[in-house]
């Protein structure tokens, strides 16, 4: 009985996260961001960039062509509309993105890179520091690291009604193959290149089993 009990106190030890753990947790996180907040504001400051201008050049880098709104911009950078649109018209004015009216419905913009802002991507995104840094670990670390900083940010996005922005391969409506030999949104309906399979989503939804 004594032995079950001192088990059982193992067991609880072992699977329970403390506090302190989760203090831990939160704060190497939040020094990680505040790092890279503050590389982005170095690597744009040349360009006469903010860090949201940058943040929103990597989004726009990364994004499929169902995402490359507005408003898409708005919700995966978590500002307001009116903000959102002021970055937005400072990088057009830079020559940093074009906009495109849709050819479907002329009321939707999509946000184009220009030359200038895929060289800023190849060059500055992500900062040069934290690229170095992420090469200090082998590819099976920063697999690991992708999949539970992917399965915590879940967690968050599900109590904040957020969306995941995740990629086809890990989202209810894709149909690998569904048209022969090409990827299909079952959503759209619409044929999905294999770079766009890998390309993040405004309309994704998680499969229940799956990290992106
Ligand atoms: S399959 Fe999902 S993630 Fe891919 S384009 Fe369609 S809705 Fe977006």
Redesign the pocket.
């Known amino acids: 009985m004594h032995f079950k009990i001192i088990f059982v106190k193992l067991v609880s030890t072992r699977y329970n996260i403390s506090s302190m753990d989760k203090a831990r947790v939160a704060s190497l996180i939040e020094r990680i961001g505040n790092l890279l907040r503050s590389e982005e504001r170095a690597s744009g400051s040349d360009s006469g960039l903010q860090t949201v201008h940058v943040q929103i050049l990597g989004y726009l880098s990364q994004c499929?062509r169902?995402s490359n709104t507005p408003a898409a911009v708005t919700e995966f950078i978590g500002s307001t509309k009116g903000t959102t649109s002021q970055s937005i018209n400072i990088l057009e004015k830079k020559g940093f993105i074009n906009k495109r009216s849709d050819e479907e419905d002329g009321r939707v913009i999509h946000l184009d890179l220009s030359d200038k802002g895929e060289r800023f991507i190849k060059n500055e995104f992500p900062p040069y520091e934290f690229k170095a840094a992420l090469d200090g670990l082998n590819k099976n670390d920063t697999e690991r690291l992708s999949q539970l900083l992917t399965k915590l940010l879940i967690q968050l996005q599900r109590k904040n009604n957020g969306k995941l922005f995740?990629?086809?391969h890990t989202?209810?409506?894709?149909?690998k193959f569904g048209l022969d030999d090409t990827h299909q949104?079952?959503?759209?309906l619409e044929p999905?290149s294999e770079k766009?399979?890998y390309q993040i989503?405004?309309?994704?939804?998680q499969l229940p089993e799956k990290a992106v």
Request: some cysteine; hydrophobic content about 25%.
């Open positions: 499929n169902y995740g990629v086809c989202c209810r409506h894709f149909k949104c079952g959503l759209t999905l766009e399979s989503c405004r309309e994704h939804v």
